[in-house]
């Protein structure tokens, strides 16, 4: 038994290494100048250009238009994350309602029509969905970012089989109280369902979070720019002597993951207990 224990924990730590070593070493590398970089590759040492590395990287202005910061990044990518899984867990949360509560007609097949989108990734709609931005002059706009990439086959299934989950006995007693649907799913449903909108948040925040492919597309206005969108335009603009600024790309990557690392360890709890609870 100590033997087999003794493993999994050898595994454990094997997989904490693979994992947490190139944030490290990416960590390490930021530190230094860049033509330390240039000539001696990655390092594990520590730099002593910290404070410089991170603040240039935050305030200095930059992009094509010279008036992008990496601070205006990570606002943009917070709004577009926050936004993303707010707005998801609300449609989410509706949707799985109506199905649940509302007993009406189709309503199972609708329902499977909504989980078979997930059939369907964002690459598949991604030109209609632009030309629809387009077409209503939402490009380059918070709108545009968050708005099509809302629905969630994900969430309506994970709070519909939450809400299944729930006693009638609840609904009875609302009824009784003379609550109607909306009191009681805002009395009743909502705190219920925290844990769940903790899981649901940090998996759709992160998503929003790690977002490239259609904010690449929506955005061609530097302001609006999210973190991921614009390291690489950073990265081909910040040269000098020929030489890119490794230190600053690597400050960036590092900053890119901070905001959903936070977001795991705060919500870490509730998000475990959030998929695993069956019982109310």
Not at 121 to 135: A, C, Q, T
């Amino acid at each position: 038994m100590n033997r087999i224990r003794l493993l999994d924990h050898l595994v454990l730590m094997l997989g904490v290494f693979v994992m947490v070593a190139p944030v490290v070493v990416a960590f390490m590398t930021s530190t230094h100048e860049a033509a330390d970089i240039h000539r001696n590759g990655l390092s594990l040492a520590w730099g002593g250009h910290f404070t410089e590395t991170y603040n240039t990287v935050l305030t200095r202005e930059g992009g094509f238009t010279g008036k992008i910061t990496g601070a205006r990044m990570i606002w943009n990518s917070l709004i577009l994350g926050i936004g993303f899984a707010a707005g998801k867990i609300v449609l989410s949360m509706l949707a799985a309602y109506a199905i649940v509560y509302f007993r009406f007609r189709l309503g199972t097949l609708f329902f499977w029509m909504i989980f078979t989108t997930l059939l369907l990734p964002l690459e598949v709609r991604i030109l209609p969905s632009y030309e629809v931005m387009n077409k209503l002059s939402l490009t380059n706009t918070y709108t545009g970012l968050i708005v099509p990439l809302l629905a969630s086959a994900t969430g309506t299934f994970f709070f519909r089989q939450f809400f299944k989950s729930v006693p009638e006995e609840l609904l009875e007693a609302a009824r009784i109280d003379g609550a109607g649907p909306f009191k009681f799913f805002i009395d009743v449903l909502v705190p219920l369902s925290r844990t769940m909108i903790a899981a649901i948040f940090i998996i759709m925040f992160v998503y929003g979070w790690n977002q490239y492919l259609w904010p690449t597309l929506m955005t061609t206005d530097e302001r609006f720019f999210t973190l991921v969108r614009g390291i690489k335009q950073i990265l081909l603009v910040w040269v000098g002597s020929n030489i890119p600024d490794y230190n600053e790309a690597f400050a960036l990557a590092i900053l890119a993951m901070l905001p959903p690392v936070m977001i795991v360890l705060i919500f870490q709890r509730w998000f475990i207990k959030g998929l695993t609870e069956s019982d109310k």
